[in-house]
């Protein structure tokens, strides 16, 4: 039996978690190699883990998530208003299965972007689909596309992912148009697909921020809904690293 005929027909078929591992098994001495059944069943082991793993950096490349941060680097505590069996129990992402909301809240520099990217990232790692948005960004996508007449489709782009990131809400008022948007992009969300928001406004302060009265009502009923609140404290952690430099 050839070896490396085998091998290469496993690459031309794209199975390269299966070649991977039978050329690391080949190289192992003969009485070490595993019989067929188990040779078969650590092959599809392999090239499933390896497809996951593959789908897992499509989408966290894809999702354009700004910081390359992790939920097991967060700091929690008490000065933070942080507990880490909150961590835990979004970890799973099983709020994006439910449809619900994370609202994220705190002073500039406590570390609101870094958490929601830390919660972005362990989405991808899960095969869940997520878009970041600077809201500053996310204005100029949503006037941008309205002049090329590409609105439809950056909607429907939204709609595909499992998880949306706002960030930084609430830095600059809302026009008409936008206002409009945003309500729709939540109508076809809500129950289904999550959103994050983060803010350096307390919540209570979003409604005038949207401004229009109905739309606010429309626009934060469909946020507060099913949402999980975390409102962060304590000092910039970008002034205390800062200061740790220096």
């Known amino acids: ?14 199975l390269n978690g299966m070649a991977d591992t039978y050329e690391a098994l080949l190289s192992l001495p003969v009485h070490e190699q595993p019989e067929a059944d188990m040779l078969l069943a650590k092959l599809i082991d392999a090239e499933y883990h390896y497809r996951k793993e593959q789908l897992s950096k499509r989408y966290l490349q894809q999702s354009r998530i700004r910081y390359p941060a992790i939920l097991e680097q ?4 008490a000065a933070r208003n942080l507990k880490r069996e909150q961590l835990i129990s979004l970890a799973d992402c099983r709020f994006i299965d439910r449809g619900e909301n994370i609202l994220i809240t705190g002073p500039t520099g406590c570390g609101k972007s870094y958490l929601a990217c830390a919660l972005g990232r362990q989405a991808c790692t899960l095969g869940h689909r997520v878009l970041y948005f600077n809201m500053t960004r996310f204005l100029e996508q949503i006037a941008q596309t309205k002049l090329d007449g590409t609105f439809v489709k950056f909607l429907n782009k939204i709609e595909r992912t499992d998880l949306m990131i706002l960030d930084d809400f609430g830095l600059q008022p809302l026009d008409g148009t936008t206002r409009i948007a945003l309500l729709q992009i939540l109508e076809d969300r809500y129950g289904k697909l999550a959103v994050i928001i983060t803010s350096q406004l307390p919540v209570a302060q979003w409604h005038d921020v949207i401004g229009e009265p109905t739309i606010a009502d429309g626009i934060m009923d469909r946020l507060l809904g099913n949402a999980h609140r975390l409102e962060i404290t304590g000092e910039s952690m970008r002034r205390r690293k800062l200061e740790k430099n220096l």
């Open 1 to 14: 039996m050839n070896t490396q005929i085998t091998l290469d027909q496993l690459r031309s078929m794209k």
């Open 74 to 77: 967060v700091q929690c505590s």
